[in-house]
């Protein structure tokens, strides 16, 4: 079970309370002002004399008076260059120096003066503290350093709003990264819905429901359960909705891949790197920890959270190559690959959207193609879809979190390229096209209907992103959830 006591709690207070004893204290300094520490607390003489401030910077002193023990001094920069995304990673640093550390709570000083921008600044703060807390422990038999559990933070009062909802967007990326790294062994369909069940349970503007097997085939949901044939596993299709208190300006749906493991069934994957195959859930990963924060941010749109979840797997009864089946909108697939099996259960979940949801925009994520990482590697999803100004949307959203996503096309000739011999479709193009990306969207795009829609692959960004203090390296990203909170609260 996943629950958010594995997450660092933060409390927040203002700069003209005093300081509260603590072992850690980490204070935030500008390169070329004055470094500003709670009242009472002293430094020895000397000690801040080669402390510049400098983006980065950091120092570790015992403090001589006051209530706290040790002081982490850490340098912002200068005020002319200081960018949302350098703090969160400078806070990112301190957060885990200070789990490295030992401390399991700090506290956190920012008498600094950012004046318009102080919410934001506190949100990406807050983001990089929560964020650079991460860590997966739970499956090793020996007990772990705890890390950080706590947080004090003392700013201004509008830095202290932006904490808020930064703490609330960073613990959503945290429950999708946890969603990601757990082994696939344990983090099956079952398991998907009932954290879903447990979010919906979470929130009264939340509910929930998982339609199984039963009920889809009743929906004539052919395309998605041939995929889990395969398997013993049931497939389910999970349906969040999020309800404002407020009359919802927009109905916005989410659909996220949920193959909690993809071994390519038939046209099974090489070995190699099969075990990375966990993560092809990272897209209802996202879409999870989406309404993690929708919980707490309560913002006026209604929202409509669509997990298809199945695993991919050979077997007697799974997907043959040349097999046909037939999605909820009545379109026939020639199932030519059965590797290319997201699209498969996407294609009902986004009909389904379509028919019965009929949103003002859909956005789908799923770690779709193998060509879209090396298309454009592990620091951008690639984004394509029917609607341009919804890609444009994207692509500022992606601007303004750090959460990088660069557009592709979907023209006529990549659908055409999807087109059947015996079906109405084939799940792969030909092996002369290339240009996978585009064709695993142009095959999407025959089943969102006439719904805005934008599909973004995040098969290269969903883990073993480079090193950026809150994330990197062969773990999840949780990519997805910063960039569609923000979507949500400015669609
Ligand atoms: N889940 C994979 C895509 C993937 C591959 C994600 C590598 C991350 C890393 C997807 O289901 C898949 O197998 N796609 C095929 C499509 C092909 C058969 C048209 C691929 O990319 O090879
Ligand atoms: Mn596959
Ligand atoms: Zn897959």
């Known amino acids: 079970m996943i629950d958010a006591s594995m997450s660092i709690q933060i409390t927040t207070k203002t700069t003209a309370s005093s300081l509260s004893r603590t072992e850690f204290l980490i204070v935030f300094a500008k390169q070329g002002s004055k470094v500003r520490l709670p009242k009472g607390v002293v430094l020895p003489a000397n000690s801040l004399d080669a402390f510049k401030g400098h983006a980065r910077e950091t120092r570790v002193t015992d403090a001589q008076r006051g209530n706290a023990k040790r002081v982490l001094l850490v340098g912002v920069g200068a005020s002319g260059d200081i960018a949302e995304e350098s703090l969160r990673r400078i806070a990112a640093m301190v957060s885990r120096q200070a789990g490295q550390a030992g401390s399991r709570s700090a506290s956190v000083w920012i008498d600094l003066p950012f004046g318009r921008k102080s919410a934001g600044v506190g949100q990406a703060i807050a983001e990089g503290l929560v964020m650079g807390s991460y860590r997966l422990s739970e499956f090793k038999s020996q007990a772990q350093p705890a890390g950080l559990k706590r947080l004090v933070i003392y700013a201004g009062k509008d830095f202290n709003a932006g904490v808020r909802r930064g703490y609330a967007i960073g613990t959503a990326n945290l429950l999708a990264r946890r969603l990601q790294d757990t082994p696939a062994n344990l983090m099956r369909p079952r398991d998907l819905v009932r954290e879903a069940r447990r979010l919906a349970g979470a929130s009264q503007r939340i509910t929930c429901r998982a339609h199984d097997e039963k009920a889809m085939a009743r929906m004539s949901m052919g395309s998605l359960l041939s995929v889990s044939r395969g398997s013993s596993e049931p497939a389910y299709l999970i349906h969040m909705v999020y309800k404002p208190t407020k009359k919802p300006r927009k109905k916005i749906c989410l659909v996220g891949k949920g193959l909690t493991f993809d071994s390519g069934g038939i046209s099974l994957k090489p070995s190699g790197k099969m075990h990375e195959m966990k993560y092809d859930m990272s897209g209802g990963a996202a879409v999870l920890g989406v309404f993690h924060a929708l919980a707490a941010l ?58 019965k949801i009929k949103p003002d925009a859909m956005i789908d994520l799923a770690t779709l193609t193998g060509a879209v990482v090396v298309a454009l590697g592990h620091e951008l999803s690639g984004v394509m879809g029917n609607n341009e ?101 400015n669609c």
């Not at 023209?411 to 109405?424: C, F, N, R």
């Open 298 to 355: 309560n913002p006026d749109v209604e929202v409509h959270g669509l997990v298809p979840t199945s695993e991919n797997l050979p077997d007697g009864k799974a997907n043959k190559p040349g097999d046909l089946v037939k999605a909820c909108n009545g379109l026939t697939i020639e199932v030519l690959n059965t590797d290319a099996e997201g699209r498969l259960i996407l294609a009902d979940a986004l009909a389904y959207a379509a028919k």
């Open 389 to 489: 100004s919804l890609i444009d949307e994207l692509v500022a959203c992606g601007e303004a979190t750090g959460e990088g996503v660069w557009a592709l096309p979907i023209l006529d000739y990549h659908k055409e390229q999807m087109q059947g011999s015996v079906g109405d479709l084939r799940n792969i193009s030909g092996p002369e096209t290339g240009a996978g990306s585009c064709t695993g969207g142009a095959f999407l795009s025959y089943f969102a209907g006439n719904i805005p829609w934008v599909h973004m692959d995040i098969a290269g960004s969903a883990w073993g992103a480079g090193e950026r203090d809150y994330q990197g390296g062969n773990v999840g990203t949780g990519v997805g959830v910063r960039l569609l909170v923000h979507y949500l609260q």
